[in-house]
Each structure stands twice: as C-alpha cells, then as structure tokens.
C-alpha cells in the first residue's frame, strides 16, 4: 500500500506546538514509506477564520521545513484541498445517508438543545443527544419553517453492538455504539460538521493513515459509523498522547 498522509488545520490563527507536532508526525510517515502528504485547508467556519490566517499557517509550516505534494496552494488528485471548495461533494453524500436512512433533519433550536443537555446533568444522566426527544409534531415543524428556521441534520447513530478498530498506536479499541449518539452532520446554515467532512475528505482524497491527538478516540468511532453507512473504505488512525507541559496541561 502507498502511504498517504494528511495534515488538516482549520484556519483560525496562528498554528501552535501541537499541531506542529501532528503536522510532523504526519510527514515523517509518509516521506518514510515514499508516500505523500497532503495539506487540507478546513476552512468552513467562516465566522471564525481570520484575514491571512491560512498563508501564516503555510509559511509556518514550510518555516518548520514541511513540504507537501497537493494543498490548498497547489492542485492534485483528490482536490480541491479547500473544503469551502467542496460544497457539492457533501450535498452528494449527505444524499446518500439521507436515502439509506442514516440520516435525518432536526428543528430542535442550540437553546432547546442546551436546556435538555442541562437537564440530562441534573438527573445525573451523561448529556447525549435523544433520537426521541428530537421528534417534533409536523404542525410544529411547518410553523419553524415557515418563521425561516433550518434545520440541523443527524447521523442516525447505530443503537446496538460496536465501532471497532485496531489503533496504530493503541492497539485494539472499542466504543459501544450506545455512546456514539446522533451527532451533527451539517449544520443548520448548510455547512458540514467536522466529524462528517473531515472522514469523507480523508476517504475522497486516498489518505490511508491518520495519525492525531487521543482526544479524537471517540470521534474515530463516530467517523468509522459514517465510513461504514456510505460503504466507504476507512484509513487507518493512530491516536498519540497531547503534547502538554510540565504542569500536565496541554
């Protein structure tokens, strides 16, 4: 297998020292296995993306003495390399999981949503988002429409079994599906959700290793559900300790 690799910032300042880190990690596997790294500019929170942020992050990284086979700043397959460039491709595949069931809209407002995760703590239950409670009598959903409301769409979650998967760094690990919930796919104003673009692109684009932080184990989970919904091959992921100072903090 030809190794390739990616390094995916999202351009919302300046890079710090654990994605310098990642980037690295990244790089050495595949300059290793005569692969190619490949650069992904996950630039769809335009609320949060600064003027010139993404070319400091480029010239930070070439600073760093990364160099990379197709990015932002220079086409190749799999491309663009923008995901503010691949609109179509996600309406594609949210299609798709829409046609086959595993996913579906939903008119519950960020302040419903905040007060039932509220709720959940007080009971001394773990907030998860509840198919059930997302329901809403038809009448109630037109009268949201027609104030100009849009909708969120879900992931319909498997309820049953495990999301399993043998980690580059970790070895075997396993999250029961119960604890995978019906996260966020697209955001109401249409812009995809980070679990959702972030595995397709990985797919679309042939990378076939990630290596990032623990703190995406249970994403990877949540990833692989959407990777096996669509039928779509996965990469391999390695999920590496946070890079933390000597007062623990990251």
Same mark, same amino acid.
Request: glycine share 14%; net charge negative.
């Given at each position: 297998?030809?190794?390739?690799?990616?390094?995916?910032?999202?351009?919302?300042?300046?890079?710090?020292?654990?994605?310098?880190?990642?980037?690295?990690?990244?790089?050495?596997?595949? $300059?290793?296995? &005569?692969?190619?790294?490949? =650069? $992904?500019?996950?630039?769809? %929170?335009?609320?949060?993306?600064?003027?010139?942020? =993404?070319?400091?992050?480029?010239?930070?990284?070439?600073?760093?003495?990364? %160099?990379?086979?197709?990015?932002?700043?220079?086409?190749?397959? &799999? &491309?663009?390399?923008?995901?503010?460039?691949?609109?179509?491709?996600?309406?594609?595949?949210?299609?798709? =999981?829409?046609?086959?069931?595993y996913a579906y809209t939903c008119y519950r407002t960020d302040a419903e949503l905040r007060a039932r995760r509220d709720e959940l703590r007080r009971r001394g239950l773990p907030p998860r988002y509840d198919r059930e409670w997302a329901a809403l009598p038809q009448a109630e959903i037109l009268r949201r429409r027609e104030a100009g409301q849009m909708p969120a769409i879900r992931f319909a979650a498997p309820t049953s079994g495990e999301v399993a998967w043998h980690d580059l760094v970790r070895g075997p690990r396993a999250l029961p599906a119960s604890e995978i919930s019906d996260f966020v796919l697209a955001r109401s104003g249409g812009a995809p959700g980070f679990l959702f673009a972030n595995a397709l692109d990985d797919t679309l684009m042939g990378v076939t290793h990630v290596l990032r932080g623990e703190d995406h184990l249970v994403n990877t989970a949540r990833q692989l559900a959407i990777l096996q919904a669509l039928e779509l091959p996965a990469p391999r992921y390695g999920h590496m300790p946070l890079l933390a100072g000597p007062d623990g903090v990251k």
């Open positions: 297998m030809s190794v390739v690799t990616r390094f995916a910032p999202s351009p919302t300042g300046r890079l710090h020292a654990g994605n310098l880190r990642t980037a690295l990690f990244n790089w050495c596997l595949a $300059r290793a296995g &005569g692969g190619r790294f490949l =650069l $992904r500019a996950e630039d769809t %929170d335009v609320a949060r993306e600064g003027e010139g942020d =993404l070319e400091r992050q480029l010239a930070d990284l070439a600073w760093f003495g990364l %160099d990379w086979d197709a990015g932002p700043d220079r086409d190749g397959a &799999g &491309g663009p390399f923008r995901q503010s460039e691949r609109s179509e491709i996600y309406r594609e595949y949210l299609g798709r =999981l829409a046609e086959t069931g």
